[in-house]
C-alpha cells in the first residue's frame, strides 16, 4: 500500500511539473503572438493617420486636426491619439487618452531627432501601454510627431486567463493518464509482482503443487522464463537430494546426474567430452520475425542430451534450423541449452547436394532398411555413397578441431550415419580414445553383405576402440560379418576384433532415459473432453512416422481387436501421435497417406455419431505434450517391427508413477530384453496383438501394479545416466593403440 501512495503522488507531482512547465510556455508564446500582432496594427494605423495629419499640421488646422483624432481614438483598446510640435506642445489629443501622455514622451523626441518612427511597450501605474510614435514632416522638415497610445493590459489579461485554462485542462488529463497508468501498472505489474513474490515463497518452503504455476505476462515473460528454470533446477535438487537420502536409508545407489558428472570428472580426469551425432539437441527456428528454439523429435536427443548436462563438452551436429547460424558464431558454436547454458553445440552447415546423398540418401534409403528387418528394400547409389564420405570427413576435420588441445580425448560417435567417422579421427589422434555408439540393429552378415561397400563401412568402424549396440544378438551379428567380410580376427571370449594391430572391443549397452520423477495426477475425464473424447477406454502410441514402427500392423491389431471384442466399440479410442519424418524420401510419404488411409477405413467401418477408434494427431509433439498421453492411457502400443531399443516404451513406464496402465511391446523391439513383464507380442501376428490389447485393458489393477512396480523399478535402475557411465568407464578403461593406425579405405 506504501509502494502505491508513493507511485500516485510521484505519479501527480511529476504530471504537476510538467503541466506548470508545459502551461507556462504556451501562455508565454501567447503573449509574444498578441504583442506582436498589436504592433503590426499600431504601425499600420500610424502610417495612415500620418498622410492626414501632416498638411494640417504644417496648414495649423488645429480644429481639423483634433476631428482628425477624435474620430480615429475611438477604435477598440485605442487609449487615444496625440499630435505635437518640435517643441513638445501638444497639438491636437483625444479626449481618452490618459494625463500620462498629454505632455511628449522621451521616445517623442527622439524620434523627433533621429526621424525614424518608433513603438514599444511601457508600464505606468501597473498598467501596460504600447506606444508608436511616427515623425510629421513637411517641406523635408520635421514639424512634430504623431503619438499613438494602445492598453495592452488586455494581452497580460489573456495571458493569464490562456494559463489557468491550460493549466486545469492539460492537469486533468495528466491525472486521468496517471490513474489509468497506475491502474496498468498495478494489474500488470504491482498484481503479478504480488503473485510472484507469493509464489517464490512456496517454492522456497517446497509447498508447490504441481498446477502452481508463475504468472505469466509480457513484462514479467524473462523474468518469468529465468525464474521458472530457477524453480526447476531448486525442484529437481529437492528432489535429487530426497532420492540420494531414501537410497542412502535403503542402502542403494541409483545412478542419478550428478553422480555421473563426479563419476566421470574421475573417469575424464578433466579431460572434456566430445559427442559427435547428426541430430543437433537444440533447432532455431523461425516464425514470422521471431526466433524460438525447440528440441527436435528424436530418440537419440532424448537419450544422450541429459549427459551431456550432467558432465558438459562439446556436441557436434549438423545445423538444420532455418536460424542456426543467427544464433551461433562464426563457427558455428554456441552455449546450450539456451535457458540454462551447461556444455557447447557446434553446428555444421551442409549444402542441400551433401544432405540429400548424405542423410536422406546413403543413410536412410541404404543403411536403414539394410539394419532393420522391414522388407523394404535398400538403395544405394554411388553418388549417396560419395556425399556420406565427404560428410564424414567433415565432421572429422570439426572433430580434430576441437580436440586440437586436448591430450587423450574422449569421443563418443552416435549412430549409423559416421561409420567412417571412427578410422578418419584415429588416424590422425592415435591417442583419442573413440567409442561408437550403433543406436539401430546389426543384421547378420548375408543382410549387411547387401552394400557394396560394406567392407569399407567396417573398416571405418573399427578406427573405434569401442562399439556399443542396445543387445548382445546384435553384438553377434556384427562380429560374425566383421569375421565374414573382412581379413580380421575375431576374440569371441573378450567380444574384440584385431586388425591391422588395433582392437575393437564390441559391447552390449542398453541405452536408456533419464527416468524423472514426475508427480501429481491428471484428470483423465478432463483430458478426454478436451480431446473431444467421451470413452472409458484409451490407448496411446507414440512413434516418428516410419515403416519400422509398425503402425500399419497396430491399426489392424486395433480392428481386429473391436471385432472379436464388440463390447469395447464406443468405448475404446486408441490415439496415435504420430510425427511426420523424412517426407523428402517417397517411402515415407507414402506411408503417411496409407496410414491416413488405413486409419479413416477403419473408423468409417466402426464409428458412430460421437465416437471413432481411431483419432491419428500427426505433428511433432514435445516431451510437454506427450506426458498427459501417457498418463491418461489404459494401454500404450510399442509394435515396432524391428527397432535397436525404442525408448518410447520407457517413457510411458516413467510417465506412470500412478502404477497403473499396460505396455503392449514388441518382442522385436530391444525394450523387451528389459521389460520383461510387458505384454510381448509378435506385431505381425494381427491376432496375437489383438489379444493382447484386450488382456491389457481387462487386467486386474492389482496386476498392473505388480508389472508396472518391476518395469519401473529396472528403467529407473538401468537409466541414461548408468549407460553412459558404463559406456564411458568401458572405453576410458581401454587403452588406446600408440602404433600407427592404417589409413587405407
Known amino acids: 500500500m506504501r509502494v502505491t501512495i508513493r507511485l500516485i503522488l510521484s505519479l501527480i507531482l511529476a504530471a504537476a511539473a510538467v503541466v506548470f512547465i508545459s502551461t507556462g510556455f504556451q501562455a508565454r508564446q501567447e503573449q509574444e503572438r498578441l504583442e506582436e500582432e498589436l504592433a503590426r496594427r499600431a504601425a499600420v494605423l500610424a502610417d495612415s493617420l500620418q498622410e492626414s495629419v501632416e498638411p494640417l499640421a504644417a496648414g495649423g488646422n488645429l480644429e481639423g486636426l483634433q476631428r482628425l483624432v477624435q474620430r480615429f481614438g475611438a477604435r477598440e483598446r485605442l487609449a487615444g491619439i496625440a499630435v505635437y510640435t518640435n517643441d513638445g506642445r501638444p497639438l491636437a489629443v483625444t479626449q481618452s487618452l490618459p494625463s500620462t501622455f498629454h505632455s511628449p514622451h522621451d521616445m517623442v523626441r527622439d524620434v523627433m531627432e533621429d526621424g525614424e518612427g518608433q513603438g514599444l511597450f511601457l508600464t505606468d501605474e501597473s498598467k501596460r501601454w504600447h506606444l508608436q510614435v511616427l515623425p510629421i514632416r513637411w517641406a523635408e522638415h520635421i514639424i512634430g510627431a504623431i503619438a499613438i497610445v494602445h492598453d495592452a493590459g488586455y494581452i497580460d489579461a489573456q495571458r493569464d486567463r490562456l494559463w489557468r485554462q491550460n493549466f486545469i485542462r492539460l492537469l486533468f488529463h495528466v491525472l486521468v493518464i496517471s490513474l489509468t497508468t497506475l491502474l496498468i501498472v498495478q494489474w500488470n505489474l504491482l498484481r503479478p509482482l504480488s503473485k510472484t513474490i507469493e509464489w517464490m515463497r512456496h517454492l522456497r518452503r517446497g509447498e508447490l503443487a504441481e498446477h502452481d504455476t508463475l504468472p505469466k505476462g509480457d513484462v514479467f515473460a524473462p523474468l518469468a522464463r529465468e525464474v521458472t528454470h530457477m524453480a526447476k533446477s531448486l525442484t529437481a535438487a529437492r528432489a535429487a537430494a530426497e532420492t540420494e537420502a531414501k537410497l542412502r536409508h535403503a542402502a542403494e545407489s541409483r545412478w542419478t546426474a550428478d553422480r555421473l558428472k563426479e563419476h566421470l570428472r574421475k573417469a575424464l580426469n578433466g579431460r572434456p567430452l566430445l559427442l559427435i551425432a547428426n541430430r543437433e539437441p537444440y533447432m532455431h527456428i523461425r516464425q514470422g520475425r521471431q526466433i524460438r528454439w525447440i528440441m527436435p523429435a528424436s530418440g537419440l536427443v532424448t537419450a544422450v542430451e541429459p549427459i551431456l548436462r550432467a558432465c558438459g563438452g562439446t556436441w557436434i551436429a549438423h545445423g538444420a534450423g532455418d536460424a542456426d547460424r543467427e544464433t551461433a558464431d562464426a563457427s558455428g558454436r554456441l552455449r546450450v541449452p539456451p535457458e540454462t547454458p551447461l556444455y557447447t553445440l557446434r553446428r555444421l552447415w551442409l549444402t542441400k547436394e551433401e544432405e540429400d546423398g548424405y542423410y536422406y540418401g546413403f543413410a536412410n534409403e541404404g543403411l536403414w532398411p539394410l539394419c532393420h528387418i522391414a522388407h523394404t528394400r535398400p538403395i544405394f547409389r554411388a553418388e549417396d555413397w560419395q556425399r556420406y564420405a565427404d560428410v564424414n570427413a567433415k565432421f572429422a576435420q570439426a572433430a580434430l578441431e576441437e580436440l586440437e588441445d586436448t591430450e587423450h580425448p574422449c569421443v563418443l560417435i552416435q549412430d549409423y550415419h559416421f561409420a567412417l567417422l571412427p578410422r578418419l579421427i584415429k588416424v590422425k589422434r592415435p591417442d583419442a580414445q573413440i567409442a561408437l555408439f550403433w543406436h539401430i540393429p546389426w543384421p547378420n552378415p548375408e543382410a549387411f553383405g547387401i552394400c557394396p561397400w560394406a567392407d569399407i563401412l567396417l573398416h571405418g568402424m573399427l578406427g573405434a576402440d569401442l562399439i556399443g549396440f542396445h543387445t548382445q544378438f546384435h553384438c553377434n551379428n556384427f562380429l560374425d560379418t566383421g569375421d565374414r567380410l573382412l581379413e580380421s580376427r575375431i576374440d569371441w571370449e573378450q567380444f574384440a576384433v584385431n586388425r591391422a594391430g588395433h582392437s575393437t572391443w564390441v559391447k552390449p549397452f542398453p541405452i536408456s532415459i533419464a527416468a524423472p520423477e514426475i508427480s501429481g495426477e491428471i484428470s483423465k475425464d478432463k483430458f478426454l473432453k478436451e480431446l473431444g473424447l467421451t470413452v472409458q477406454w484409451v490407448g496411446v502410441g507414440v512413434d516418428r512416422i516410419d515403416y519400422t514402427k509398425g503402425m500399419t500392423e497396430r491399426f489392424r491389431a486395433i480392428e481386429r481387436f473391436l471385432e472379436r471384442h464388440a463390447e469395447f466399440q464406443g468405448q475404446f479410442t486408441f490415439i496415435q501421435l504420430g510425427a511426420p519424418s523424412r517426407t523428402v524420401i517417397k517411402r515415407y510419404h507414402d506411408l503417411g497417406a496409407e496410414l491416413d488411409a488405413e486409419a479413416e477405413r477403419i473408423n468409417r467401418r466402426f464409428q458412430t455419431r460421437q465416437w471413432k477408434p481411431i483419432l491419428f494427431l500427426k505433428k511433432h509433439h514435445s516431451q510437454e505434450e506427450i506426458a498427459p498421453f501417457y498418463r491418461a492411457a489404459d494401454v500404450c502400443l510399442v509394435t515396432s517391427l524391428h527397432d535397436g531399443m525404442n525408448l518410447v516404451a520407457k517413457e510411458f513406464v516413467a510417465a506412470r508413477a500412478d502404477l497403473r496402465g499396460s505396455l503392449v511391446l514388441s518382442r522385436f523391439a530391444g525394450a523387451s ?73
Not at 487386467?699 to 557411465?725: D, F, I, K, L
Open 673 to 745: 530384453r528389459e521389460l520383461r513383464e510387458a505384454l510381448l507380442v509378435n506385431p505381425y501376428d494381427i491376432e496375437e496383438t489383438a489379444e493382447a490389447i484386450y488382456a491389457a485393458l481387462t487386467m486386474s489393477p492389482e496386476e498392473q501394479q505388480r508389472r508396472m512396480e518391476r518395469m519401473r523399478w529396472t528403467v529407473q535402475e538401468h537409466n541414461v545416466y548408468r549407460w553412459a557411465a558404463n559406456l564411458v568407464t568401458e572405453l576410458t578403461r581401454l587403452q588406446p593403440a600408440q602404433e600407427h593406425v592404417a589409413a587405407s579405405t
